[in-house]
């Protein structure tokens, strides 16, 4: 973990989401899909907390957040920080995704606005020649990841609970096939979704192996190196600080 | 060096005025990046209990307008198992370590002090935390029992809010050194839930800084460690001003390491040349 100055390079905006680029070269180095970095907002010591993000696009030199509108205050001094302002990054925070050696087809599922953490792993995964299917469950059009913004080899299922983009509903209906396909899973969205994971796996799989399917748990860190024990939550057997095993873990160790 | 125990034979001996505060590297063995053990006098560890303890679900945290809420629910190994997993650990920390005992049943601060015996040369002081609601009878009991049990440099954590009220109870007791303090406890929603816990971040300071202003006024001759709301040089300096010994912080290091590894260098000049405790 390094604490680093990044400085906003570029502001994207899609409506009222927006997604800075952040230039900071040893930290983005650093980074893998998955990890998260945690951002000073404002000028002051107010907002007090850093805010969490898990980068939507990484490279060799920055990495890029993703900001949806809401009535956080520390968000909204990001959303307004001009192109050109450095903040304070402290990152990366604990384990990234793993890609298995062994797989060929991964299937990436994700619910809501946390679906967007996936696509660096989608990206570095298509790049090394792995077959992706990337499915996501979202509200409404707005959350979800528009195609163009996706490596072409990725076949990609929408599906919204108001119909305004892909399918009508959940996934539930894609998931038998697609889990069939993949022989790894990677899955950002809350709880309820990975339960529901969890039972789709075991209907089209038997049971739910270790080491098949990889989540993140989410949560917001104060410290980020374990000091604290505020991320301290009920996984992997018991209540651990999420910093430092996670926030990738097995989906049987986040639901047991 | 400045000794932090100056009536205690063993004394506490700290090359810097800045201390690492409860848990703000947790038991030592949670660093951030670019801050080292050097960097403090001493650091004073998590609050540990006699037995484990699983502390409470999400959420824990609450941010507040200057601050926040942490309510780990005394989350902590046990003293057994902590002790075995880090006494190695903080022989090599080449800095004070100094233990914070949590409360529990009566008497378990006390059995523990006792079986610091073979960590006499490890640890080098060990912190009570004297909770909001106890009495001056109750203050003065713990703490009795812990100096009978160790010869141990005591440092007694008083609530901010009855700091003088408790003070020299706790000194007449055993303690040899008080820590000012825990600040006053508060309530705010997080994720829908209530999240009650001593207030944290720059809003503390104004309550430390009273404390510091009561306590002044006892003339207690014993050292005072500020702890609560310091976050930068002048913080800490207004604090050694109104008769602080040292300061301690633990906020900053978790919220911005870089700025915590200043001032401790920015501290340094301000330590005594010598001590005449």
Same mark, same amino acid.
């Given at each position: 973990m390094i604490q680093v100055r990044a400085r906003i390079q570029e502001r994207e905006t899609r409506g009222a989401v927006h997604i800075l680029r952040l230039h900071a070269p040893d930290l983005a180095r650093q980074l893998h899909p998955g990890q998260a970095v945690l951002i000073q907002t404002g000028w #002051?010591?107010?907002?007090?907390l850093r805010r969490t993000f898990h980068p939507i696009a990484i490279d060799e030199a920055t990495f890029r957040i993703r900001l949806a509108p809401d009535a956080d205050r520390g968000r909204a001094w990001l959303r307004m920080a001009a192109e050109g302002t450095e903040v304070d990054a402290l990152g990366p925070v604990g384990q990234g995704f793993s890609l298995p050696d062994h797989a060929r087809r991964i299937l990436c599922l994700g619910q809501g606005?946390?679906?967007?953490?996936?696509l660096p792993l989608v990206r570095a995964a298509s790049a090394r020649g792995v077959g992706v299917a990337l499915a996501v469950e979202a509200?409404? !059009?707005?959350?979800t990841i528009p195609a163009?913004?996706?490596?072409? #080899?990725v076949e990609y299922h929408v599906a919204t609970l108001d119909g #305004?983009?892909?399918? !009508?509903?959940?996934?539930r209906p894609l998931l038998p096939d697609l889990l069939t396909w993949a022989d790894a899973v990677m899955a950002v969205g809350g709880m309820d979704f990975y339960r529901f994971l969890a039972r789709a796996i075991e209907d089209a799989r038997v049971i739910l192996p270790r080491g098949y399917a990889q989540a993140l748990y989410q949560t917001d860190f104060l410290?980020?190196?374990?000091?604290?024990?505020?991320?301290?939550?009920?996984?992997a057997g018991g209540r651990r600080r999420v910093c430092l095993r996670g926030p990738i873990f097995d989906l049987v160790d986040i639901l047991r | 060096m400045l000794n932090l125990a100056p009536q205690n034979k063993l004394g506490l001996y700290v090359d810097s005025l800045l201390l690492a505060g409860s848990g703000a590297v947790g038991y030592g063995d949670t660093w951030p990046p670019g801050?080292?053990?050097?960097?403090?006098?001493a650091i004073i560890t998590a609050p540990v209990s006699l037995t484990p303890r699983k502390g409470r679900?999400?959420?824990?945290v609450a941010e507040i307008p200057g601050g926040f809420l942490l309510d780990t629910g005394g989350h902590n190994p046990g003293f057994r198992r902590l002790v075995e997993s880090q006494a190695r650990a903080w022989r090599r920390l080449d800095v004070p370590v100094i233990l914070s005992l949590a409360g529990g049943e009566p008497g378990d601060r006390a059995w523990m002090a006792a079986h610091l015996e073979e960590l006499e040369e490890v640890i080098a002081g060990i912190e009570l935390t004297v909770s909001e609601n106890v009495n001056l009878s109750e203050t003065a009991a713990f703490i009795a029992a812990a100096r009978r049990a160790t010869p141990l440099p005591i440092l007694a954590r008083l609530p901010v809010t009855r700091a003088a009220y408790l003070a020299r109870t706790a000194l007449i007791a055993g303690a040899d050194a008080l820590i000012v303090g825990t600040p006053p406890p508060a309530a705010y929603p997080a994720s829908k839930t209530l999240v009650e816990a001593p207030l944290a971040g720059p809003a503390a300071f104004p309550f430390t800084l009273r404390a510091l202003s009561l306590l002044a006024e006892l003339d207690l001759g014993a050292p005072i460690i500020a702890a609560g709301g310091v976050y930068s040089l002048d913080d800490a300096l207004l604090c050694l001003e109104m008769g602080a010994s040292a300061v301690a912080i633990r906020g900053l290091v978790w919220r911005d390491p870089a700025a915590a590894r200043r001032l401790s260098i920015n501290i340094r000049p301000f330590m005594p040349e010598e001590d005449e405790g």
């Open positions: #002051s010591l107010d907002p007090f606005d946390a679906a967007w953490a996936l509200t409404t !059009r707005r959350q163009r913004d996706l490596p072409l #080899s #305004s983009a892909g399918r !009508r509903g959940d996934l410290c980020g190196f374990g000091a604290c024990q505020a991320c301290a939550a009920d996984v | 801050l080292r053990p050097e960097a403090f006098g679900p999400q959420p824990r």
